[in-house]
């Protein structure tokens, strides 16, 4: 019994530095921003999050702070930048929380409309998932990894390295990977220009089969047409619980690619604006995220399985770097024979 006991008690004194941590992270909102939210009494939030799960954000919020009624407006990446950008020419400045597509950030941070906050909510989050300077903070994330069709593919023949990728075994057809040049932009700034761009040659010899998205590839695996596919885990994941032959695995470093979330600089409604944001990374927003079979980014609210983000040495794909993205997908283009 004394055994059990001091086994309890040595359990209680690790565990306490954390439970102090999540603690300290779900303290409730501040009541001088819910009394001023109240007196703004509604927020715009403009998003490429899906409306199935973006629905599901505004209706819990509203439930949680009814004084605030959220106006949600929801597109792709390409017509919302060009929606924000047209709104700013105009004088108008719509929108108070923005989130989304990594490549919406410099384009609209380079016209002065994003807002520095670093969220309360944010004590719980790894630091490579937020900006240094308070601009953006990630509010779920997207893994790239290497899938496999189990019944092409033994155990032991699955590649466990970007250089086993090489293998001549691979070469014909064998490889799926999106056409972005994402993944090979993010390797930059950890290998080296030289050393990323030599690897994605050779890369390239293995004539692997281009796609435009994770969704196809996954779907090409498990329907058994390709052995091997590089795309986002949780999609691999989600196939993979729903009975498809697919297994997953990091090559490390894995490229992470970060989906962030904004204010406005020139907002109508700053503190409701606030109140969303802290809503959408603290633990009730992320349990949403995660009901949606997509990656969490708060370390007490980890993903199903937490693999999707944990585990492993990761290169964070930040916002910042699709600054500079264009002309390294040229290079992939011509690399690839993508047109």
């Given at each position: 019994m004394l055994?059990?006991?001091?086994?309890?008690?040595?359990?209680?004194?690790?565990?306490?530095?954390?439970?102090?941590?999540?603690?300290?992270?779900?303290?409730?909102?501040?009541p001088r921003l819910i009394d001023a939210a109240k007196k703004e009494r509604e927020v715009i939030w403009y998003t490429t999050t899906n409306l199935e799960t973006s629905k599901v954000v505004v209706d819990q919020f509203q439930r949680k702070f009814p004084f605030v009624n959220v106006i949600l407006y929801r597109s792709t990446v390409g017509p919302l930048i060009n929606r924000i950008l047209i709104e700013a020419r105009a004088g108008k400045y719509d929108w108070d929380v923005l989130s989304g597509g990594g490549e919406m950030f410099a384009p609209i941070m380079d016209r002065?409309?994003?807002?520095?906050?670093?969220?309360?909510?944010?004590?719980?989050?790894?630091?490579?998932?937020?900006?240094?300077?308070?601009?953006?903070?990630?509010?779920?994330?997207?893994?790239?990894?290497?899938?496999?069709?189990?019944?092409?593919?033994?155990?032991?023949?699955?590649?466990?390295?970007?250089?086993?990728?090489?293998?001549?075994?691979?070469?014909g057809q064998k490889i799926a990977m999106e056409t972005s040049a994402g993944v090979m932009h993010a390797l930059i700034p950890v290998w080296g220009k030289e050393k990323t761009l030599g690897y994605f040659r050779q890369l390239a010899a293995q004539n692997p089969v281009l796609k435009d998205?994770?969704?196809?590839?996954?779907?090409?695996?498990?329907?058994?047409?390709?052995?091997?596919?590089?795309?986002?885990?949780?999609?691999?994941?989600?196939?993979?619980?729903?009975?498809?032959?697919?297994?997953?695995?990091?090559?490390?470093?894995?490229?992470?690619?970060?989906?962030?979330?904004?204010?406005?600089a020139k907002s109508r409604h700053p503190n409701a604006a606030k109140l969303l944001y802290d809503f959408l990374l603290g633990i009730e927003g992320q349990q949403i995220i995660k009901s949606f079979n997509r990656p969490t980014v708060r370390r007490d609210v980890l993903p199903?399985?937490?693999?999707?983000?944990?585990?492993?040495?990761?290169?964070?794909?930040?916002?910042?770097?699709?600054?500079?993205?264009?002309?390294?997908?040229?290079?992939?283009?011509?690399?690839f024979g993508v047109r």
């Open positions: 055994k059990t006991t001091r086994w309890v008690y040595l359990f209680a004194l690790l565990c306490t530095p954390l439970i102090g941590e999540i603690a300290r992270a779900q303290v409730g909102s501040d002065g409309l994003v807002s520095r906050y670093r969220s309360p909510e944010s004590k719980l989050i790894d630091d490579d998932l937020m900006d240094k300077q308070n601009y953006w903070t990630a509010y779920t994330v997207g893994s790239f990894v290497l899938a496999y069709n189990k019944r092409l593919v033994r155990p032991l023949d699955v590649p466990k390295s970007y250089d086993a990728l090489l293998d001549p075994k691979w070469k998205s994770s969704s196809i590839i996954v779907q090409l695996l498990g329907a058994g047409e390709m052995p091997l596919g590089i795309g986002l885990a949780h999609l691999f994941e989600l196939f993979s619980r729903k009975g498809a032959p697919i297994e997953w695995l990091p090559l490390e470093p894995a490229v992470v690619r970060v989906i962030p979330m904004m204010l406005a199903d399985p937490p693999r999707l983000i944990q585990g492993y040495k990761r290169v964070t794909m930040y916002p910042e770097l699709y600054r500079n993205l264009d002309e390294t997908q040229k290079t992939f283009n011509e690399m």
